[in-house]
Structures are given as structure tokens and as C-alpha cells.
């Protein structure tokens, strides 16, 4: 079974489930958020990753420039820690394995996300697919 544990020395994250998309992102929302050219995402099934002291995450909008959408950045209030990216409408929750505490182990991203001719470097030659978007077969769970 898998076993995903990430978070800070206050909060920790958990999954049993295995991700239900692994990408490597290159939009400009995580680019900006995370400072990376290219971003490890993992989503969760919502009710899959487990946060075990919520009252210690401070909140704020995922995407600056769109306050109103529905991931929120949470971080550790206590040490700043990146924890997870959090779904106001409970579809998913997000982890960015290499900065939000998780094991080396993590499962390796499947795809590319977003790249596109725009993006000013080489398109990914690693093997994997590359999307203009996220994998087309991929959706969006139901609110848990
Ligand atoms: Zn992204
Ligand atoms: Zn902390």
C-alpha cells in the first residue's frame, strides 16, 4: 500500500492512496509561487491526503492575480513550511513533493503540464508526454 507523509515538524500530511495525477507543471502560477521553473504536482483525491492540524495553516489564494479561485497556498503559521494546496470546492489536494516535506520516494510525475512554444526554453525530451494542458483524459473528481 502506499504510504505518502509529508509537512513540517507541526503539521503533517498523509496519504495511503496513491496520487490520482502526477505531473511536472510549467505554468506561471506555480512557477511564481514556487520559484521553479518547473514544478513536481501530485493531486490528490480530497479525502485521500490527510492534514492532521488544520487550525495551524495559514490560508492564502493559490494564484494571486485570482483571488476568488478555489486552491488556496497553505502554509504552516508556526515556520512557514509549504504544507499543501488546498480545494475550497473538496475535489483535490495538491502536493508539491520536494517542498512540502515528502519522501525522496514520492512517485516520479507521469507527464508535462503546460508547456507551450511561449514558455522561451527546450520542450521536455525526458520521455514523457508533454501537454499543452494537464493530460487530456484527466478530470476533476467530485466534491468530497
Ligand atoms: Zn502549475
Ligand atoms: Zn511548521
Redesign the pocket.
Known amino acids: 500500500m502506499a504510504e505518502h507523509n509529508g509537512?513540517?515538524?507541526?503539521?503533517h500530511t498523509h496519504s495511503s492512496a496513491e496520487p490520482i495525477d502526477n505531473h511536472m507543471c510549467h505554468c506561471n502560477v506555480c512557477k511564481a509561487v514556487t520559484g521553479q521553473q518547473i514544478t513536481h504536482v501530485a493531486f490528490f483525491n480530497y479525502s485521500d491526503l490527510e492534514v492532521d492540524h488544520p487550525e495551524?495553516l495559514k490560508r492564502q489564494p493559490f494564484n494571486k492575480d485570482n483571488p476568488d479561485g478555489a486552491l488556496e497556498l497553505c502554509t504552516?503559521?508556526?515556520?512557514?513550511?509549504p504544507?499543501l494546496l488546498d480545494d475550497k470546492q473538496h475535489r483535490i489536494r495538491v502536493a508539491v513533493p520536494n517542498l512540502m516535506g515528502y519522501e525522496a520516494s514520492f512517485p516520479k510525475a507521469t507527464y508535462h503540464a503546460f508547456w507551450d512554444t511561449t514558455k522561451g526554453y527546450a520542450k521536455p525530451s525526458d520521455g514523457r508526454p508533454v501537454f499543452e494542458a494537464f493530460r487530456p483524459e484527466f478530470s476533476m473528481p467530485q466534491p468530497a
Open positions: 509537512g513540517c515538524a507541526h503539521i495551524l504552516c503559521s508556526v515556520c512557514g513550511t504544507i
